[in-house]
């Protein structure tokens, strides 16, 4: 089977579980909350009759709509099928050179197997023992960088002026902050794309507004990186964005009560949990996203996972070094999560133990 020897062989990214059974779902950090509702309209309104049509290649009702919203002009932002979509082609557009790529060795694990698949040369860079990321490691040579801020699945976020200073420093690479998290209350990158010609910001409709089965997501920065992120795309897949996706992805940028609401409530969620699970001598990194990344002062993650498992609430566990006993936990609604507390008071003041 010689044909075999030219296969591009690659580990693939192994998403969260999907259980097709009601299960409290705890773990690929989707939103507990539906869309808005202007979305369940615009889906109601929707004339299936222009399916027969192809959708418009440059989605442009879309790029322009949230344009307007982060107040830029529609050359200075790229639309994708979700952020996965985007990174990607940033990697295959971007990361060219000899050069290692840098990010962290703990963070979203889709870098390295988008490295693999293109074939770009990187780097990861050890998080300090508080998971925060070390600033040095990005000033020295290498053929771009990814920092995903807040961090996943750690959830702590670096401040502005040290995200500024990476790009800064490094005005011969492009620098992709990918901002999946960013609305659970941490500090946009956004505003330093006029100032930096290097840097795009990545952000995503599937966490904060609900919409991870739409697949929608952005990249924003100056109009020659888009540009030459449009040229990749238009290479691979003309029509990534489908017809509905480009009208439910409208109607859910012009709710912005709605979102802020869904938001507001997670924030507030996510913060009590932090008492409750403290309570239940668990520590974490202080989380400014979705979901809190926890270890157990005496009972091992996989035992917990596993126990969870069993009684159908769902977190996410990941087989990797130095981050083996975390559990990522995605913060639900309130019940959701108050059955999980409830749980585990039980389990760990019991014979377990
Ligand atoms: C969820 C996530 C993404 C991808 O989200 P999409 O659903 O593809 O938009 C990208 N980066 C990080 C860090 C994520 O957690």
Known sequence: ????????KVEPYVPGEQPQRKVIKLNTNENPYPP????????????ETKLRLYPDPKAELLVDAWADYCRLPSDQ?????????????????????????????????????WCDVYRIPYKTRALDENFAIVKEDYLTENGGIVIANPNAPTGRQEDLDFIEDIVRSNPDSVVIIDEAYVDFGAESALCLIDKYDNLLVVQTFSKSRAMAGLRIGFAMGNPKLIRYMNDVKFSVNSYTMNMPSIYYGIAAIQDQKYFETITGRIIRTRERMKRELHKLGFSFADSVAN????????VPAVDIFEE?????IYVR?????????????????DEEMDCMIEFLKKYLDGGSL
């Open 1 to 8: 089977m010689s044909w075999e020897r030219n296969v591009r």
């Open 36 to 47: 808005s509702p202007l979305v369940t309209d615009a889906i109601q309104r929707f004339d």
């Open 77 to 113: 932002v790229f639309v994708g099928v979700g952020s996965d979509d985007v990174l990607s082609i940033a990697f295959l557009t971007f990361f060219n050179g000899k050069k290692p790529v840098l990010f962290p060795d703990i963070t979203y694990s889709f870098y390295d197997v």
């Open 291 to 298: 979901f809190i990344f926890v270890t157990h002062e005496i």
């Open 308 to 312: 969870l498992k069993k009684n159908d």
């Open 317 to 333: 566990h990941f087989n990797q070094d130095r981050i083996g006993d975390y559990l990522r936990i995605t913060i639900g609604t």
